[in-house]
Structures are given as C-alpha cells and as structure tokens.
C-alpha cells in the first residue's frame, strides 16, 4: 500500500466498470473456487441490472461506489439511490414516518445492499490487504455523496459482523436483526441430522416428508447445465404467485431470470414438484463457497408439507450431499424453527445527516437490540434438538 490519494467515484451503470476489476474486490477468493456467495458478483448486479429489475421505475437507482489508488480499484460498494424502503427486509418505515413527521425529507436515501436479497455478506468489497483504508475510503465517499445531496441517510444492510464492527469503529450507527440458519454439524445424511432431534420433532419431520412426497409425483433438483430456458417459464409463475400475494409486485422482471440463464445457472440450485409432468411447485436457491442461499418459492398446487420439503428438507438434503456448512432460508419465519433452522443475529449499518435524529435512532437501536438479543436467546431454548444432560454438558 501508498499513501497516495484515494479517488471515490460514483457509477449510474456497472457497464462503466470493468467486470475483472469488480469482481477483484467483490471476490477474490473465487481465483480458487466458488465465492462466499454470488449476490455481489459482477455477473449477479449486471443481471439485475441488465434485466431492468433495478433502474428506472424501481426505485433502486445504481450508484456504484469505486476506490481506486495508484490507478487500480481497491474497493467497491453495490450502492443505490432508493426512492422507498421495499425489497431491503432490514425496516426502516417507522424511522421514514418519524423523519418526515418532523418536516424532513427522507427519501430518497442512499443503500449500500444486494436488492431483494436478504442474504448476509460483504458490503464493502475490498482487496485482500485494503480492508479497514477500503471500507473507510467507501464510507467517506458514500457520507459525502449524501451530505452534497442533502439527502436524510445511508445504509448498509446485510453486512457481515465484522463490518459492523468496523463501521461502528468509523462512527456509523450498528443494527441487529433476526433470522433463521441450518447448520451443518458434518452430518454423513439427512437421517444422521435427524438423530439429533428430539423424538418429537424427529417423528414430525418424517411424517411432513412422507406427506410430502405424496403429493402425487417428484421431487426434482437442477443445477448448471441441468437448468434449461424452459425451466424459468414454469419458475415465473410461482415467482408471480408468491410476489403478487407478499409484495404486491414481483421485485424481479421476467428478464432477470433470463439473464441467469445466461450467467447465473451455475450459481443456482432449482427444485421442482412435477406431477404428470408439469412442475407444480418450486424453489430456487443460490450456491455458495459454504452456504446454501434459498430465496424464492411458489406453487400452483397446494399439498400438505411441500413448501417444507421443498425449501427446507431439500435445501438440508443438498447441503449435506455437497458440504455446505450452512443453509440461511430467508427472512422471518418462526416455522423454521421446528425445522432444524435456529435464531441468528443479523447486522446493518446507519448514517444520519440529522444530528437530533441520530441521537433518537441509537436509543431505539440500544432498546431494539436488547429485545432481539432476548428473542434469539429464548427461541434458541424451544429448537428442535435435544437436550443435553448435566453429565454431557459438562
């Protein structure tokens, strides 16, 4: 490293920046292998972007943030001007209420985030050796770009612990939040995971299984090469289902899934109820280096059990088959509890340009995080294992 200057630039489009450079930063452990996770990967912004699912109309507006010292980029940060708080699953609409009940303006704002992806990762990319000036040159870039804006806030959502760690050392605002992840305790097969559940829940999950798998067909999971452009006309329709009934708009266009044809399949696990063969239900999960990412479900048959067995059994069943360490399933749902999948804290990252309004947040925050705290520990008490006694315990 130098001590040159670092120079912040802003980008409406990734087609500015050259796709190596970003994934440099964005991924460098890919050089051996799989990365942590796609949701950063130049491959998976541009197909959002490429597909129109962010830009105009969306209310996501790209700005991609860059570093760069001595003519090469030292970090990055998947940034967007957003018009409205949907599709980011860390929630700030009370903090936008309280903001313009008190004659402020609080959209637009600036995130730094994955859209539509409540998955934890690195938000501030970086080279491997510039992590604290990189993380640091990105949020002084990002507060100034607010600051000369006069817009309300930024946020980063989704990080990593080790950056909010960080980014609390450099003055931003730490946050938690709440979800559900499936661990891998080098299990040899499902039936090995299943041991280690109480008799109860061990006899439930077999009982959902079996009615299941009795819905009247097959279970079916797709990866790379095995994906066809066939395969997403059935997945948009339960992708239309589900959005239409949570969001009340589809994030995602039609073309996305399309762009992953194209550049993602690799990236992507897909699992399908076909019965007479049709697909009837589905799921699409993304591949990482140690984690199973699920992010989107649909049917248009409803059978007992089969969101279960689809999202979760088969997303466990694959985790085990290949490795994986770890199945994050989404956001909320306390169901999954029951399913093997247990409390985890996820973390985010505030800047308010309103000195008052800070102040306010941290005492929510300090409230808020001690709740959340509570909850993940006595959630934690009621999962499905079993219970050590006195003498394993010790």
């Known amino acids: 490293?130098?001590?040159?200057?670092?120079?912040?630039?802003?980008?409406?489009?990734?087609?500015?920046?050259?796709?190596?450079?970003?994934?440099?930063?964005?991924?460098?452990?890919?050089?051996?292998?799989r990365p942590y996770d796609?949701?950063?990967?130049?491959?998976?912004?541009?197909?959002?972007?490429?597909?129109?699912?962010?830009?105009?109309?969306?209310?996501?507006?790209?700005?991609?943030?860059t570093a760069h010292q001595?003519?090469?980029?030292?970090?990055?940060?998947?940034?967007?001007?957003?018009?409205?708080?949907?599709?980011?699953?860390?929630?700030?609409?009370?903090?936008?209420?309280?903001?313009?009940?008190?004659?402020?303006?609080?959209?637009?704002?600036?995130?730094?985030?994955?859209?539509?992806?409540?998955?934890?990762?690195?938000?501030?990319?970086?080279?491997?050796?510039?992590?604290?000036?990189?993380?640091s040159a990105l949020i002084q870039g990002a507060i100034q770009i607010a600051a000369d804006n006069e817009l309300s806030s930024l946020h980063a959502t989704f990080c990593t612990e080790?950056?909010?760690?960080?980014?609390?050392?450099?003055?931003?605002?730490?946050?938690i939040g709440q979800q559900y992840h499936w661990v891998n305790d080098s299990y040899a097969d499902f039936d090995?995971?299943?041991?280690?559940?109480?008799?109860?829940?061990?006899?439930?999950?077999?009982?959902?299984?079996?009615?299941?798998?009795?819905?009247g067909g097959e279970i079916i999971s797709l990866t790379g090469d095995q994906i066809q452009p066939?395969?997403?006309?059935?997945?948009?329709?339960?992708?239309?289902?589900?959005?239409?009934?949570?969001?009340g708009t589809p994030y995602l266009t039609r073309a996305f899934f399309d762009c992953?044809?194209?550049?993602?399949?690799?990236?992507?696990?897909?699992v399908f109820a076909v019965r007479d063969g049709r697909a009837v239900a589905g799921a699409l999960n993304f591949i990482g280096r140690d984690t199973l990412f699920g992010r989107y479900w649909g049917c248009t048959e409803h059978h007992p059990c089969l969101h279960f067995e689809i999202c979760y059994y088969q997303a466990i069943a694959f985790a085990i088959r290949h490795g994986l360490q770890r199945v994050e399933a989404g956001a909320q749902g306390?169901?999954?509890?029951?399913?093997?999948?247990?409390?985890?804290?996820?973390?985010?990252?505030?800047?308010?340009?309103?000195?008052?309004?800070?102040?306010a947040v941290a005492k929510y925050l300090d409230a808020e995080r001690a709740a959340i705290d509570h909850e993940i520990e006595v959630l934690t008490t009621y999962g499905p294992f079993k219970r050590l006694s006195k003498g394993e315990q010790q």
């Open 70 to 135: 001595d003519g090469k980029m030292i970090a990055a940060a998947p940034l967007y001007a957003k018009g409205h708080s949907q599709g980011e699953y860390i929630f700030d609409h009370n903090w936008a209420q309280a903001y313009e009940n008190a004659g402020g303006r609080y959209y637009p704002k600036l995130q730094i985030a994955v859209p539509f992806t409540p998955a934890t990762g690195r938000r501030f990319l970086t080279r491997p050796g510039f992590e604290t000036i990189g993380m």
């Open 230 to 247: 066939a395969h997403w006309d059935a997945f948009w329709e339960f992708y239309q289902d589900t959005g239409n009934r949570k969001w």
């Open 1 to 33: 490293m130098t001590n040159t200057p670092i120079e912040i630039a802003a980008h409406p489009s990734l087609a500015s920046i050259d796709a190596a450079d970003w994934d440099a930063v964005a991924c460098p452990e890919a050089a051996s292998g």
């Open 162 to 175: 080790a950056e909010a760690i960080a980014g609390a050392q450099m003055g931003l605002q730490a946050r």
């Open 334 to 359: 306390e169901h999954k509890l029951a399913r093997g999948y247990l409390p985890v804290a996820t973390h985010s990252l505030h800047w308010f340009g309103d000195r008052g309004f800070r102040d």
């Open 260 to 270: 992953a044809q194209q550049t993602l399949r690799d990236d992507m696990l897909l």
């Open 38 to 65: 796609p949701f950063t990967t130049y491959r998976f912004l541009r197909a959002l972007e490429d597909s129109g699912s962010v830009g105009a109309g969306s209310g996501w507006q790209p700005r991609y943030l």
């Open 192 to 215: 090995a995971f299943l041991a280690t559940l109480s008799s109860r829940k061990r006899k439930n999950i077999r009982k959902e299984r079996a009615q299941a798998q009795a819905f």
